[in-house]
């Protein structure tokens, strides 16, 4: 067979990771976010039980329910905790709950996203201060909040992280979600500043474009989809928050001692690439990368 005749070189799905250590033994996570078992904190509640971990779960007005049946889905005893983003006494709460129930916290996951529909697809120039100052409050403010409320519950040290799309660029019709997450990204530094001392941890995830329910206020997905599929080296399933929860469990457990103030980029490495064109050397089975050499 000719070079140019080569066959499509299937791209290889990215390995199972070996059954997880038990590297959150004995650790107590309280994790927020969940809404379904689509929700990208589902998979890390899953991912931290599978370390070993105890898992407690936040939720909020009409969310409730729905967080109750997730919890009931990863057999999780405790009751799901109230805590709106936008309401600091319910995190006080929530803190105050937790260290009766626990005497005390080791990590918390930052999972919550919110931007009214004006300040979305497409009306970046014309959303108004008062939907722009809900996202930024509920969205990226409100991990100070949570991180100021549950700080001194993590008497031996902690980790908390958030989940953002990476801020560092502007994306097609993320509006305002995206200075949002620029604003949660410097956050996470400064967090990770004052924090630090108290040997707290802060990082974020910049995930790639996943399938939940947030993700469908997002009008772009489709596109977003598309553009991963062409661009990111390792490919990307919009379906699995499996590899954004390991990362998690990661940042979570002691194997990350020594990160804090991070952005780890969990998104099959599309962030690292430039354009890709036609004739790209990725493109190019011919003489480089045929079928038979593919990886099975
Ligand atoms: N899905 C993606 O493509 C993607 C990519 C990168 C980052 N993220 C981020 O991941 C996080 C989780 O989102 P997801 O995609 O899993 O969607 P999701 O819809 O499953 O989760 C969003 C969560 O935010 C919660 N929430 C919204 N307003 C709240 C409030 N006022 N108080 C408390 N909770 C509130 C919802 O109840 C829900 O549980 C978000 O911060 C999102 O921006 C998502």
């Not at 970046?124 to 409050?137: G, I, K, N, R, Y």
């Not at 596109?223 to 390991?246: E, M």
Request: proline share 8%; with cysteine.
């Amino acid at each position: 067979m000719s070079p140019s005749q080569g066959a499509p070189v299937p791209m290889p799905a990215l390995p199972e990771p070996s059954p997880s250590l038990p590297l959150l033994a004995g650790r107590r996570i309280l994790v927020s976010g969940v809404l379904t078992p689509k929700s990208i904190a589902y998979a890390i509640a899953e991912a931290c039980l599978r370390g070993g971990a105890e898992v407690a779960l936040t939720s909020f007005g009409r969310a409730m329910s729905l967080t109750e049946r997730s919890a009931r889905r990863l057999g999780l005893a405790g009751p799901v905790l109230e805590m709106d983003a936008s309401r600091p006494d319910q995190m006080a709460a929530v803190a105050a709950s937790l260290r009766e129930r626990w005497g005390g916290l080791d990590g918390a996951v930052h999972a919550i996203g919110f931007a009214p529909d004006d300040a979305l697809g497409g009306n970046f120039l014309t959303a108004p201060w008062e939907s722009v100052a809900m996202a930024m409050q509920i969205s990226a403010f409100s991990l100070k909040t949570m991180a100021v409320e549950l700080a001194p519950l993590m008497s031996r040290g902690g980790s908390v992280v958030t989940l953002t799309f990476d801020a560092t660029v502007a994306w097609p019709l993320y509006d305002w979600m995206g200075p949002t997450k620029a604003a949660l990204e410097a956050i996470v530094r400064y967090l990770a500043r004052d924090l630090g001392p108290r040997r707290i941890r802060v990082n974020s995830i910049a995930a790639g474009p996943l399938e939940t329910v947030a993700a469908r206020a997002i009008p772009s997905l489709t596109g977003l989809k598309s553009a991963w599929r062409q661009v990111a080296p390792l490919g990307w399933d919009t379906g699995d928050a499996g590899p954004v929860a390991d990362a998690a469990l990661f940042l979570l457990s002691d194997l990350a001692r020594a990160v804090t103030g991070e952005m780890l980029h969990v998104d099959g490495g599309y962030h690292s690439q430039g354009a890709r064109v036609p004739g790209d050397v990725s493109e190019l089975p011919a003489g480089f990368l045929s079928a038979e050499d593919a990886p099975a």
